[in-house]
Every structure is written in C-alpha cells, then in structure tokens.
C-alpha cells in the first residue's frame, strides 16, 4: 500500500512539472501574438502564474506521514488514492480547459491572428 501511495504522489509532481513545463511554451510561443490583448481569466491563471510546482506538496506531506507510520491504516492509504487520483483528473481537466480557452481565444475570438500571413 505504501508503494501505492507514492507511485501517485510522484504522478501528481510529474503531473505539475509537465503542466508547468507546457505553459513555458505556451507563454513563450504566445506572448507575441497577444499584444496586450485581454485573455481568459482560466488561462491567466494556467500562463502567468507558477503555481503549478506548489500543488504537489500536500501529498508529498501527506505520504511522508503515511510512509513513516509502522501499520498504516488501509482506510487512510484508500482516501489518499482515491483523492489523488481525483485531483489528478481535476488538474489535467482544468490544465485542458485553459489552454483550450486561449487557443480558442487567439484563433476564433480575435479574428484569427495566428492564421493570418
């Protein structure tokens, strides 16, 4: 159970790093094309903000004080699963959703910036 736990404590961090990796890219390939356009208030959120690498500390708390306990109760290391497979889905859905947002945003709502030669 104990392996288990954190198996899913490093897939929350990878989870964040490569969310945070991608809005590198997405900042760095779009920053151009805005020009000080307004965006989405989610992908504000997903570009301008570094938070991303703070998400998985709760967990790695959380699977520190499970992991040193000698008999963890299977009903505690159950919740801990259930809720970060839970989060995990929610970060990548709310990850999806705003960079859905601005693409949607750059090529639909501005009158399609990026196609334009």
Not at 25 to 49: H, K, M, N, Q, T
């Amino acid at each position: 159970m104990k392996f288990a736990i954190w198996i899913h404590t490093v897939a929350i961090t990878l989870a964040s790093v490569a969310v945070a990796s991608f809005r590198g890219i997405f900042e760095s390939i779009y920053s151009p094309v805005l020009a000080g356009r307004p965006i989405p208030a989610l992908s504000a959120l997903l570009l301008f903000d570094a938070w991303f690498l703070l998400i998985p500390l709760p967990w790695l708390v959380a699977a520190i004080w499970l992991g040193r306990k000698k008999t963890s109760p299977q009903n505690l290391c159950l919740v801990f699963l259930g809720a970060s497979v839970l989060f995990l889905v929610l970060l990548l859905a709310f990850a999806i959703l705003g960079f859905s947002a601005l693409i949607y945003t750059l090529t639909i709502g501005y009158g399609s910036p990026i196609l334009q030669p």
